[in-house]
């Protein structure tokens, strides 16, 4: 379209200044043929056509000094195809000495030029564009393959809990339920009943005992894999050159599947910054609101660049976007004497 117009705009030029220089003449036969003849140009692909049509001109140029007029609209088509080399045609402005031709032709040219580089630049912009296909798709399968990772990883700690709770049950009480049993086994042989009453209160102690450490060994067990506040603590022990400040504003019993997404996000922030930023302080806010709960992560940190796409592209915030549109949240951030995250995830 933008060639179209550019040639309809030269060839009109062309029938003015045609019609100034020879206003008698009849100028539908110059107009028509030298029009047919730029519209061979763009619909042959193969340039020995071309060259073709070209040569054609010239001749008709010699033949008919008229078509000099025309010269200004296939110019436009032989800088395309020979770019400086095209110049080499301007000798046969001289066969009707005209400035407005002159014009008009390096006019044309400068319209050519331009075109050429727009053609450029969008043969670019698509070969950019595909490129931006592939990593979004690539993207995608690679935040697949982590979501799959992520799963397989939460069922290897479930089975490591697993035998973990079951070898400090085995170890905690496998001695006293065993010495119940052999108590029992004893009271078979006390002919007594004092001593029988005696041996049942041993074994109702004992057997007490081990119930409470039951209690004890599993109570343990449920605070130190979902207590929330502390898990952060040892997150921050990963990262030693990080003072990290945390603000735990949560009343609530959350839900594990809430305190395991929470415990991906501070992580993910916390890489981040170790990573991407030269921050030495990182402030963690979890607060409670009656509708949801918020979380607000900012860091101390200079290096910061807004030209720098991995705030769009990064692994990290589009994990944090997937877990707060999960919980039916939203996600933004920015830099602000440091880099801040604010994130909020909806109750119920």
């Not at 763009?42 to 020995?48: A, E, G, K, T, V």
């Not at 690679?142 to 070898?167: C, G, P, S």
Request: negative net charge.
């Amino acid at each position: 379209m933008r060639r179209f117009l550019e040639k309809l705009f030269i060839s009109i030029l062309c029938l003015y200044n045609t019609y100034i220089i020879n206003p008698t003449m009849d100028l539908v036969f110059l107009f028509l043929s030298s029009l047919i003849l730029s519209l061979l140009l763009d619909l042959f692909q193969d340039r020995r056509y071309r060259s073709v049509i070209y040569i054609v001109f010239i001749l008709a140029c010699i033949w008919n000094g008229q078509y000099v007029s025309y010269l200004p609209l296939i110019l436009y088509n032989l800088y395309l195809d020979f770019r400086l080399y095209a110049l080499i045609v301007f000798p046969l402005l001289l066969i009707e000495p005209s400035i407005l031709i002159l014009a008009l032709a390096i006019l044309s040219i400068y319209l050519s030029a331009i075109a050429n580089k727009y053609n450029i630049l969008l043969d670019d912009n698509k070969i950019i564009r595909d490129s931006l296909i592939e990593d979004t798709l690539y993207l995608k399968k690679f935040n697949e393959q982590l979501k799959v990772d992520r799963e397989k990883n939460i069922h290897i700690a479930i089975l490591t809990e697993r035998n973990r709770i079951a070898r400090e049950l085995h170890d905690s009480i496998g001695h006293a339920i065993s010495s119940s049993i052999l108590q029992v086994e004893a009271l078979k042989m006390i002919p007594h009943e004092k001593d029988t009453i005696d041996s049942l209160n041993i074994l109702q102690d004992t057997l007490k005992n081990g119930m409470q450490d039951i209690r004890k060994s599993i109570h343990n067990l449920y605070s130190e894999s979902l207590d929330l506040e502390d898990r952060i603590y040892r997150l921050g022990e990963d990262f030693p050159g990080l003072d990290i400040e945390l603000n735990y504003g949560i009343a609530d019993e959350l839900n594990h599947d809430l305190k395991f997404d929470i415990l991906s996000i501070i992580k993910e922030a916390m890489t981040n910054c170790a990573k991407h930023s030269n921050a030495d302080r990182l402030s963690i806010h979890l607060l409670e609101q009656p509708k949801f709960y918020s979380i607000i992560i900012e860091d101390n940190g200079s290096n910061f660049d807004h030209g720098n796409d991995i705030l769009d592209k990064g692994i990290g915030l589009s994990s944090m976007k997937e877990i707060a549109s999960k919980h039916n949240g939203f996600l933004n951030y920015g830099f602000d004497k440091g880099f801040k995250i604010h994130i909020t995830l909806m109750k119920g």
